[in-house]
């Protein structure tokens, strides 16, 4: 198997006395689709932004490509290929589609905007189904289109790991499965994943594995009919006592 191309080794971050991540370890392998779930509160959220260098941690590290990122700002995390999307948009409001998917990158030192940057903006908009309306102010976006705009704009930055956080909350049934047909056409763009869910659907017909997690550390991990069948995983969810 080829080496990882992200390894969390020991991560570990508390606020105050709540440990919200607890000496989590696992790799990212090319190309998949990893599930990160867990009941509320068991620290995905946090893990992605320890990830994403949103939040420092107080041990541990993590590589992308065998490099160190751990330790660096989240502009610098970015630039260096980890794109994500966020549970509450992240959109301006008065902005046309277009320039909002420009936005992550326009903001890079030396890249200026051009013809070259707007188009790479359209064929990112074509993949998530917006293209028909680049021009349209975000204002007037459904959520759903919303939705798509926020992973437009991880894309245009061309990210190597892409962080999917409950991207596909408060979808309908259609929305639902469109989005699911973006993700995995993303995914076969050569774009790895991993994907914060509570849609289980979802996680079936998309994620290659899954790792668990619960109270802050890691309780699973595997294909999604191992783990989610595993009697540990079920306890955690449903927050009930094992009797194994
Ligand atoms: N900035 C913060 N300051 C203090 N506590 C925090 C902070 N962020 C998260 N927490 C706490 O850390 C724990 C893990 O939260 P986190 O958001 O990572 O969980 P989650 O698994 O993503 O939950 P959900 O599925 O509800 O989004 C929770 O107890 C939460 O209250």
Same mark, same amino acid.
């Given at each position: ?15 105050? =006395? +709540? ?7 696992? @790799?990212?392998? !090319?190309? $998949? ?5 867990g009941p509320?509160?068991s ?91 680049? =021009? +349209? ?7 759903? @289109?919303?939705? !798509?705009? $926020? ?63 619960n109270a802050?550390g890691?309780i699973a ?9 595993d009697p540990h995983v079920v306890e955690a969810y449903l927050g009930e006592p094992h009797h194994a």
């Open positions: 198997m080829t080496d990882p191309i992200l390894r969390l080794n020991g991560v570990r971050k508390a606020f105050g =006395g +709540l440990v919200a991540v607890n000496d989590v370890s696992f @790799d990212l392998h !090319r190309g $998949e689709i990893l599930g990160l779930i509320n509160g620290g995905k959220t946090t893990t992605m932004n320890l990830i994403s260098g949103a939040f420092g941690m107080d041990r541990g590290t993590i590589t992308l490509d065998g490099a160190v990122i751990s330790g660096l700002p989240a502009n610098r995390v970015a630039r260096k290929g980890i794109a994500r999307t966020f549970q509450l948009l992240r959109l301006i409001d008065d902005m046309t589609v277009t320039e909002n998917a420009a936005v992550g990158m326009a903001f890079r030192p030396g890249q200026p905007w051009n013809a070259e940057l707007v188009t790479r903006c359209q064929t990112y908009l074509e993949v998530v189904g917006l293209a028909d309306k680049a =021009g +349209l102010e975000v204002s007037k976006l459904t959520y759903i @289109d919303q939705k !798509r705009l $926020e992973l437009a704009r991880a894309l245009a930055m061309e990210p190597k790991v892409l962080l999917l956080d409950e991207w596909l909350a408060g979808l309908n049934a259609t929305e639902l499965r469109s989005g699911i047909e973006i993700i995995r056409k993303v995914r076969d763009m050569g774009t790895t994943i991993i994907m914060v869910e509570h849609v289980m659907s979802a996680i079936h017909s998309l994620c290659d594995r899954c790792v668990v997690m802050g890691k991990e595997g294909t999604p009919a191992t783990v989610l069948t």
